[in-house]
């Protein structure tokens, strides 16, 4: 069988776009494949953070994963800070790692643009997100398209270890789905939906309020056509729509379009809100269940003994092939 390794930041709200970008297709994946799905938190700090804020965000993104529906006894899902060797194999993909190829990631790039003082670990991230998926032997990595870049450094950072070193690294391949890959602003459809968006009309979170979710949609900038089609490009605000109505109902873009031709864009949106409102009802009840119970803290437990197993015999092999401490058997 083979592995799976992907995972969110646990820095603010989970989006729309984070479940039909990520979740979702860890649902639909865990059957499959052996996945380890992991709440990255290391990366989170590479931009300050509260740390209550943090610890609280931790906690909900794991309540969240098993809400969707991953199921603890198929996929191992863990903290990642809770496993050691995570920073210990991205100390040593960073010393793999150029300054050059990582000053040219678009994410550093846009983050760090305008700011006086920049983090160190927002320029080194990628190594770091190259040892989560290494230390597994993964060998496909769900993403929304916003992180193909980063996953294209992977390849090559475990290429390269393989050349000089050993060759004991899988090199993972990149899965992005056809449909709703990257979900765009309500607010901006020309830009990806963002839980840090300071416009909280640009995106709908896992836990807003049907009100919340209806007022939203009804508010998304679209355009003055009056017509339901797909033209990203010319029409980028109902093309947003229909991919998240797509995806969520598995249903095709052409059917909606179809059933949507000669009406206006009031119903078109009023249905759009009634379908994530009824998919995001069962997740959000689960959640709150889960948040109240310890049944949370006793599945990250479990999971992270099994991603310390895993992850300590891949470490192992990488110190021995790099030369470092003593020889281990």
């Known amino acids: 069988m083979k592995t799976i390794f992907s995972g969110i930041q646990p820095s603010g709200s989970v989006t729309l776009g984070n479940y039909i970008g990520a979740l979702k297709q860890f649902v639909e994946l865990q059957d499959e494949y052996n996945c380890y799905f992991c709440i990255v938190d290391q990366h989170a700090i590479t931009v300050p953070q509260d740390r209550l804020a943090l610890r609280k965000n931790i906690r909900s993104l794991a309540a969240l994963y098993i809400a969707v529906g991953i199921d603890p006894k198929k996929a191992t899902l863990f903290i990642q800070s809770e496993v050691p060797a995570h920073a210990q194999a991205g100390w040593m993909m960073q010393c793999l790692a150029y300054i050059g190829e990582l000053e040219r990631m678009t994410q550093f790039k846009d983050k760090s643009k305008g700011k006086d003082a920049v983090s160190a670990g927002l320029l080194t991230y990628p190594p770091l997100m190259a040892a989560d998926i290494l230390l597994y032997q993964s060998d496909l990595v769900p993403v929304g398209d916003d992180q193909k870049q980063h996953l294209e450094i992977t ?46 009309k640009g995106f709908i979170t896992l836990l807003d309020e049907p009100k919340q979710i209806e007022k939203k949609i009804k508010s998304a900038v679209t355009d003055s056509e009056g017509i339901v089609k797909y033209d990203k490009e010319n029409k980028p605000g109902i093309s947003n729509l229909l991919s998240i109505y797509s995806n969520l109902n598995n249903e095709s873009v052409e059917d909606i379009e179809a059933r949507y031709a000669g009406k206006g864009y009031g119903d ?34 479990e999971g992270a003994a099994k991603a310390n197993a895993q992850a300590n015999k891949m470490l192992k092999k990488m110190e021995n092939a790099m030369g470092l401490g003593r020889k281990r058997k």
């Not at 475990?158 to 899988?170: G, L, Q, V």
């Not at 709703?180 to 963002?194: D, F, Q, V, W, Y």
């Not at 379908?275 to 119970?293: C, D, F, G, R, W």
């Open 155 to 200: 390849r090559d950072l475990a290429e390269r270890f393989n050349k000089k070193y050993n060759d004991i690294f899988t090199i993972p391949e990149i899965r992005i789905p056809k449909v709703g890959a990257r979900i765009m602003s309500l607010a901006e459809p020309t830009k990806k939906m963002s839980k840090s968006d300071p416009n909280t």
């Open 268 to 301: 078109f949106k009023a249905d759009v809100a009634d379908v994530i409102i009824h998919t995001l009802a069962p997740i959000q009840e689960k959640y709150h269940q889960l948040m109240n119970s310890t049944l949370l803290d006793d599945i990250l437990d």
